[in-house]
């Protein structure tokens, strides 16, 4: 991949970050072991918006609705305020 070296490192780390660039047939793969296994932590709060974007999608399997939950209640009730809609509209 391509990036700073600590961020590809990262990404190839957390399984997680693995869903964003994955298809629904991909996802639907995944084992009900593998969905439980998914966790907040360590992810950054635009990862989390976007995975509860691809994760709300239709025809996404049933296992990730738990992880959905978590990601929605970490990420809470709030709006992004301007600087971090800013910050999720820059470029890497």
Do not use: I
């Amino acid at each position: 991949g391509e990036g700073e070296v600590s961020e590809v490192r990262r990404f190839k780390r957390k399984p997680e970050l693995a869903l964003l660039v994955s298809d629904t047939e991909e996802l639907r793969k995944l084992s009900p072991y593998a969905w439980r296994n998914m966790g907040c932590s360590g992810l950054r709060p635009q990862e989390m918006r976007c995975l509860v974007h691809v994760l709300g999608r239709p025809g996404m399997p049933a296992h990730a609705e738990d992880f959905l939950k978590m990601l929605q209640v970490k990420l809470g009730q709030t709006v992004p305020s301007e600087q971090e809609v800013r910050a999720l509209c820059e470029q890497p």
